[in-house]
């Protein structure tokens, strides 16, 4: 979950920057936009420019042009002044209207700026005037605009008039505008209008693009206001012109909205696929997630009632033994049977006895704390952990749980079913207790409730046969510990002697004791069990190992000592590096230490023995299979298993003289332990009458009573 939380963050912030992407994009294409058509302004007004400069100069060669061609008619009239005759005049006009289209009318002006054809052409307006008095006064014509009457509009050419004599005089052409006008609408393009302003008279149009007859006959004049919003201005040379070039009032902002708007859509549709994306990857994240739960829901909880599996209450179970390792810690464990569900199940069916189950589960969730595991191990077996519960406290705990189950009822269409259980409860204060040991008990305790007639809680501690020897061995178990860290285990030794003839160094066997804190010497039968059970045989394995290894060093004694190994220990991992240890500690010949394992143990861990023995054996140490015939024994396994000796059972040897039986046994293993290349061991050899039964047998050793008892040998 805490990734679609991210991946929302980070769609959350793709989404905004490209936001601020597309806002950057339109805002610098609309700056883009801008200097575009400021360059495109430019070039339009170039182009007029050009054009209209162009056109005027070919206009004025052509006058020159045509004054040098019609030489004698215009010296003609600007000699007879007054006097000319409109014919005349008419006749040259005629003459010129053919060359140049937009003609209009032609005139002579003299050196004080007076037409002197006044008599044909009328009297000039007002603006002609001022146009002809600046140019004589000025020498040439730079002022070039538009003159307007009432009724139409032009503009004056003025040209100096190329005839001896008359000095400073005008040949003046009046046209019409209609080129001007139609090369202004050429270059106009979409959103503009192109004008031609009076650089002179601010506010005053000459020409436009877009002006109505009228307006383009009278002229237009435009507030100051209204001149600030040219977008582009331009002067003419020689002329009192600009040209300028005004954009559609909100063609600016249009682009910026129309791009910002553009931007918009385009984030929109981008978010939306972002969005969906993410709808779509959160919608298969949340059904992953709901089946990974479901699935691992499934693995840890009982399919019926959804409380939690045996596999699930065992590693609870684990967990909170090891817990107690480091922090001793009490806790309670309930094993609540169901009375006699069976008849629920045959009386009314499985479904209802399903349901039954169902209903007890959720009720027990609803009465148990939090902290409190609880779990169906099967069928009607239910297995509770409650930590922290004191021993004086788990009684009262599991009869309220009885009085809580007796209170249930299921209602069926036709009838109320009552419940009753029987509670086994066990009350846990060490790590040195296994899950078997707990479910063991805990069964035994069950057991004895439903004997005691039903419906009770068992505390596992009564007198019962089973669970006194089980709080004995417990309290064994307690004081092990405390006697390894105390050091009262002692070693005893027991001779092993040759019985066919000597061997140079004695042989013996070690033997564990344990001595009570009132010095009472306790025989290893009565704790080895207990410590293999509690899982202490391998600290105390490695105890007699060291504490043989340091006697022989202390003493100097040169015997061959065989200790013997439990089947746990010898699966140890690290028991073959820990004996090499000790062996290089105190100075030890491998030679000198032999082991004795059980057949029962070798037969059945074959690999593991094989594997451990082979490795001593390369070191030097000799091995004997203990109690051989009192257990699996299998021929084929022995060869199989690369001992130096075998020892044959004690209960075959004691009466050997008087049970034949055993006497064929003893006989028939020497020949099979012959044949491999092995020597036998009698234990247990009591009396001179054995011992000398054995030597006929060609036995090569024996251990027991009649030739030693086992002596008191290394004590801290
Ligand atoms: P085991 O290996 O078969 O040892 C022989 C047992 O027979 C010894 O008993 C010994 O005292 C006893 N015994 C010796 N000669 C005679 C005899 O002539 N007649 C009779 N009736 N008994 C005789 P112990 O010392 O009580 O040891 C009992 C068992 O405890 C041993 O059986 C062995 O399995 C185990 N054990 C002893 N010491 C150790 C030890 O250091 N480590 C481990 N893992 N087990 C040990
Ligand atoms: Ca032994
Ligand atoms: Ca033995």
Redesign the pocket.
């Known amino acids: 979950m805490k990734e679609i939380i991210a991946s929302r963050r980070t769609i959350l912030l793709t989404s905004l920057i490209f936001l601020a992407l597309v806002l950057w994009n339109a805002y610098s294409s609309v700056q883009l936009h801008k200097s575009y058509q400021h360059a495109l302004m430019k070039s339009v007004t170039d182009s007029v420019l050009a054009d209209y400069q162009e056109y005027l100069a070919q206009l004025r060669t052509d006058v020159i042009h045509f004054q040098g061609q019609n030489y004698t008619q215009i010296a003609a009239l600007a000699n007879k002044g007054p006097l000319a005759s409109k014919e005349e005049y008419m006749q040259l006009l005629k003459l010129m209207k053919n060359q140049f289209s937009d003609l209009r009318l032609f005139a002579i002006i003299d050196n004080n700026a007076q037409g002197v054809l006044k008599h044909i052409t009328g009297d000039f307006l007002d603006d002609c005037k001022d146009e002809i008095r600046t140019t004589v006064d000025v020498g040439s014509q730079e002022h070039l605009f538009l003159h307007r009457s009432s009724n139409s509009i032009h503009y004056d050419l003025l040209e100096p008039l190329n005839i001896p004599g008359k000095q400073g005089w005008y040949f003046f052409v009046a046209f019409n505008t209609t080129v001007f006008e139609s090369l202004l609408i050429k270059y106009q393009l979409p959103h503009q209008e192109l004008f031609l302003l009076r650089t002179d008279l601010i506010g005053k149009i000459e020409l436009s693009t877009t002006t109505t007859t009228d307006e383009h006959i009278a002229g237009i004049e435009m507030s100051a206001e209204e001149v600030q919003m040219f977008s582009f201005v331009k002067e003419i040379p020689g002329t009192r012109w600009q040209l300028a070039i005004r954009q559609e009032p909100n063609y600016q902002s249009s682009i910026l909205v129309k791009s910002v708007i553009k931007a918009l859509i385009l984030w929109l549709f981008a978010s939306a696929i972002i969005l969906a994306f993410y709808l779509f990857q959160r919608q298969r994240a949340r059904s992953h997630y709901a089946i990974k739960k479901a699935l691992e829901f499934n693995a840890t909880h009982d399919a019926l009632t959804g409380l939690m599996n045996r596999a699930t209450f065992e590693q609870s179970l684990t967990n909170f033994i090891s817990q107690a390792k480091d922090n001793p810690t009490h806790g309670v464990v309930l094993l609540v049977d169901i009375d006699q569900f069976q008849l629920i199940n045959n009386g009314y069916g499985y479904a209802v006895g399903d349901s039954v189950l169902n209903f007890l589960s959720i009720e027990l969730k609803r009465y148990l704390p939090e902290n409190v595991a609880c779990s169906r191990l099967g069928n009607d077996e239910f297995a509770i952990l409650v930590p922290d519960l004191s021993f004086e406290h788990a009684q009262a705990c599991a009869n309220k749980l009885k009085q809580f189950i007796n209170d249930l009822s299921y209602v069926t269409e036709e009838s109320l079913i009552k419940l009753t259980a029987s509670i086994g409860v066990l009350h846990i204060d060490t790590d040195q207790i296994s899950r078997e040991r707990i479910f063991n008990s805990l069964a035994q305790a069950v057991r004895i409730a439903k004997e005691k007639g039903r419906n009770r809680a068992q505390l596992y501690q009564s007198d019962d046969q089973a669970l006194i020897q089980h709080a004995q061995e417990m309290s064994v178990i307690k004081d092990i510990d405390a006697a390894l860290n105390e050091n009262r285990f002692m070693l005893?030794r027991?001779h092993i002697n040759a019985l066919q003839g000597d061997i140079n160094i004695p042989k013996y066997?070690?033997?564990?004791?344990l001595k009570s804190r009132q010095d009472e010497i306790i025989?290893?039968?009565h704790f080895?069990p207990a410590c293999e059970k509690f899982g202490l045989?391998t600290k105390?394995?490695r105890w007699?190992i060291e504490a043989t290894c340091k006697s022989i060093a202390d003493t100097g004694d040169n015997g061959h000592y065989s200790?013997?190994?439990?089947g746990i220990?010898l699966a140890d991992k690290d028991i073959k590096e820990f004996v090499s240890n000790m062996f290089e500690k105190y100075h030890i010949n491998p030679n000198r230490i032999g082991f004795?394992i059980?057949e029962t143990y070798a037969i059945t861990h074959l690999e593991s023995a094989t594997k451990f023995i082979g490795q001593m054996s390369e070191m030097g140490c000799e091995f004997s299979l203990?109690?051989f015939g009192s257990g699996l024994s299998s021929f084929s396994y022995l060869q199989q298993l690369p001992v130096h000796h075998i020892?044959i059972d004690?209960s075959f040897i004691?009466d050997i003289c008087n049970n034949r039986l055993n006497q064929v046994f003893v006989e028939t293993m020497h020949k099979l332990a012959k044949e491999m290349g092995k020597d036998c061991i009698a234990?247990?050899?009591?009396d001179k009458a054995t011992q000398e039964h054995l030597i006929e047998l060609g036995i090569e050793f024996a251990?027991?009573?009649?030739h030693h008892?086992?002596e008191k040998w290394f004590e801290y």
Do not use: C, H
């Not at 066997?509 to 004791?513: A, D, I, K, P, T």
């Not at 200790?563 to 439990?566: E, H, P, R, V």
């Not at 234990?683 to 009591?686: D, I, M, N």
């Open positions: 005893y027991q066997e070690v033997l564990v004791r025989p290893p039968d080895i045989i105390l394995d007699v200790i013997n190994l439990s220990t004795e059980t203990d109690d020892k004690g004691k234990e247990f050899v009591e251990q027991g009573y009649y008892r086992p």
